[in-house]
């Protein structure tokens, strides 16, 4: 046997869970085909996603085809949820990309195909709802190549579109589409030299067979994207959808053997509480009572108590699950979404292939809840989803979360109702900005000299990172100079400080050199016991990084980004003079506009916290006609005065503060007297 790991990717209503259940009844697995409408499909089983008629949470359902197995993943087509598909992303080995052929090309399946293409994953398309008033074939194919890409290949002609008796003809050995010399030997031509050289000098022996095989290889590498239509509620084109999904898709031969190797990319709770983490194997097995080690090396995960596979429609206990299959583990309550099992060399880790949320919120609890509940219902919200970063303002007793969008708000305030029995509102949200260094800046406190109340010395430099490279922290003092719990709590303390900048946003791109450090050695009184009043502890370097830091940052200085969006704004030409000015009260910045036939296309930046007020007049606008999408670019400097973001810490800016908050202390001015007599100079 082997197993196909499918996903199935569209934007929001083209008929992604529908094309679901169509697939799941053909093959046996259901006896009824459910709807949406309906809130009886398969994969929909939140009672959120039934009542809203979208898909929310990945799902994982099975079926077989001869002798593969297909698991098929069903993703959420709203791009509020695309850190969902992106989880799912790394644990594909193929895809079918619905499109409708109503609505034809969106935003967000310009974003899934691209994104597809960049990870070369082997993907079909399929044109769904071709029995839809409005729908369209022949523009709708020349669209897909325009605006998807050029490598696509249609395997059939609609009859009768928009109507009930709408049907995919697929085509045959005797149809020109498969001639020597037709579309399908020119695409593959483009794709492979030793085929345009057998194209060119011998077409006679180009076959319908051989180009079907050429077609099935070059789909496998992701270069061709054969096109099939139909609808999933009438089932038309869905049979042969399906011989194409096993014909085209590489499926991965079932082996065990080799290290065990895997990836986690869906962590849930069960009825009892308890977790049940979704995971690709990629190599090896693993087997129940197998103890895993945590994702970071650090400690483990816990034991393996029951593993389930997903076979014929459901979920089946067994004793192992290995190479190619996707697995549930239980037992592994350290277990987070991305991590590794095993050797990671033979497993991908998670990889961001979106941009990260551009805004956040503030959870208000309401009258009577329990904020306790409230912190535990949004820590376990995010074990499920990461991207929403909870952070919890101790100070003033807040929980914040990040956002894709207004209908994820939606859908928290919803889950935290349903499933937790928790009511909350949510401030107004607001732009995620971030902060970079202009210059490099040194910071250092010594050991017993003023104003250092901590038995540790911490030098630091700072310093200007590339955009996307993140924290890096390197030493310029020998490693054997102080024990390693120490440097390491340093790092640890720089990485969590960094988190909030000088104007309270993280900083997420910094070169940091520790260039000093000291402390004092163990020291025992005349009986024995350790004081460690007289010697340094990892709390000391925990406590004074932050102070340290911050006054490197300062140092050096800071400038506080705003994220800016790439759009593509098409609207009909007569309503281009009234987008323009709109535009530019959005401070957008657009370039050369384009005329397209009786439209204009124009593309530039615009910041992020302008985009949902453009979506919102944009109707207005453009008669209903306008078209936008847009996706990160990167972060911007902010023109004139910088915003600032509460802080969260004991604010390591204020020392006064600072040490009063973590110490209940300030220093008098005197020496600090916790340094031993005698602390030997070379620590300090």
Excluded at 40 to 63: N, P, Q, Y
Aim: aromatic share 6%; with cysteine; net charge neutral.
């Amino acid at each position: 046997m082997s197993t196909l790991n499918l996903g199935i990717l569209a934007h929001v209503d083209a008929g992604k869970t529908s094309l679901t259940e169509r697939l799941l009844y053909a093959a046996g697995v259901i006896d009824r085909i459910g709807r949406v409408d309906d809130g009886d499909t398969r994969t929909d089983s939140l009672a959120l996603e039934r009542r809203r008629g979208i898909t929310i949470k990945s799902a994982v359902v099975s079926f077989t085809l001869g002798d593969i197995t297909v698991n098929l993943i069903d993703t959420p087509g709203h791009p509020d949820f695309i850190a969902e598909v992106e989880r799912v992303l790394s644990v594909l080995d193929g895809a079918v990309l619905v499109v409708s052929a109503v609505e034809g090309v969106q935003a967000q399946t310009r974003v899934l195909m691209r994104t597809l293409r960049r990870l070369g994953i082997p993907t079909l398309i399929f044109v769904n709802k071709i029995d839809r008033t409005g729908a369209r074939h022949d523009d709708l194919l020349r669209e897909l190549a325009a605006k998807l890409t050029p490598a696509v290949v249609p395997m059939g002609t609609v009859r009768r579109p928009g109507t009930r008796d709408a049907a995919f003809l697929p085509y045959g050995a005797t149809d020109p589409a498969f001639a020597p010399t037709g579309p399908v030997a020119e695409r593959l031509a483009e794709q492979d030299d030793a085929f345009l050289a057998a194209y060119v000098e011998n077409p006679a022996r180009l076959t319908y067979g051989r180009l079907r095989r050429e077609l099935a290889a070059r789909t496998r590498q992701a270069l061709i994207h054969p096109v099939f239509s139909g609808s999933a509620i009438s089932g038309a084109g869905v049979d042969t959808l399906t011989r194409g999904i096993r014909e085209f898709l590489p499926a991965t031969a079932d082996d065990e053997r080799g290290p065990a190797a895997g990836t986690v990319f869906k962590v849930e709770r069960g009825p009892a509480g308890e977790k049940i983490a979704y995971v690709r194997m990629f190599s090896g097995a693993l087997r129940v009572r197998d103890r895993l080690p945590a994702g970071d090396g650090d400690g483990d995960t816990g034991r393996i108590t029951a593993i389930g596979v997903f076979e014929d429609g459901g979920t089946v206990r067994r004793a192992s699950v290995g190479a190619g299959r996707i697995g549930t583990l239980r037992g592994l309550g350290g277990i987070r979404i991305g991590d590794v099992i095993g050797d990671p060399a033979a497993a991908p880790a998670a990889r961001r292939h979106f941009s990260p949320p551009t805004l956040e919120t503030v959870v208000v609890p309401g009258e009577g809840t329990d904020t306790g509940a409230l912190h535990t219902a949004l820590t376990q919200l995010a074990e499920q989803d990461p991207l929403i970063n909870l952070r919890q303002d101790e100070i003033r007793r807040e929980l914040s979360v990040s956002l894709y969008g207004e209908v994820q708000k939606e859908v928290i305030q919803a889950t935290l109702a349903d499933e937790y029995g928790v009511d909350v509102t949510f401030r107004e949200t607001t732009t995620i900005c971030v902060e970079r260094l202009t210059g490099t800046g040194n910071a250092v406190e010594v050991m017993g000299k003023e104003p250092n109340p901590f038995l540790a010395t911490v030098g630091l430099r700072v310093g200007p990172a590339a955009p996307g490279s993140g924290v890096g922290f390197t030493l310029e003092v020998e490693l054997g100079s102080m024990p390693y719990a120490f440097m390491k709590a340093i790092e640890d303390t720089v990485r969590a400080t960094l988190n909030e900048g000088l104007y309270g946003w993280a900083v997420p791109d910094c070169a940091v050199v520790l260039t000093r450090c000291g402390y004092a050695p163990r020291q025992s009184h005349a009986h024995g016991t350790f004081d460690k009043s007289m010697s340094s502890t990892g709390g000391d370097f925990r406590l004074l990084t932050p102070l340290v830091l911050m006054a490197a940052l300062k140092d050096a200085g800071t400038v506080v980004c705003e994220p800016m969006h790439h759009f593509r704004l098409d609207v009909p030409a007569d309503t281009f003079g009234t987008v323009l000015p709109a535009l530019a009260r959005r401070r957008a910045v657009p370039h050369t506009p384009s005329a397209h036939g009786r439209s204009y296309v124009v593309e530039g930046e615009i910041p992020a916290a302008e985009i949902h007020a453009l979506e919102q007049q944009l109707p207005a606008l453009t008669g209903g006609e306008g078209a936008l999408e847009a996706s990160f670019a990167h972060h911007r400097p902010v023109v004139g005065d910088f915003p600032t973001r509460a802080r969260t810490d004991h604010d390591p800016l204020n020392r006064k503060e600072y040490l009063l908050g973590v110490v209940r202390r300030v220093p008098t001015g005197a020496p600090d007297t916790r340094r031993p007599p005698g602390a030997d100079p070379r620590h300090g």
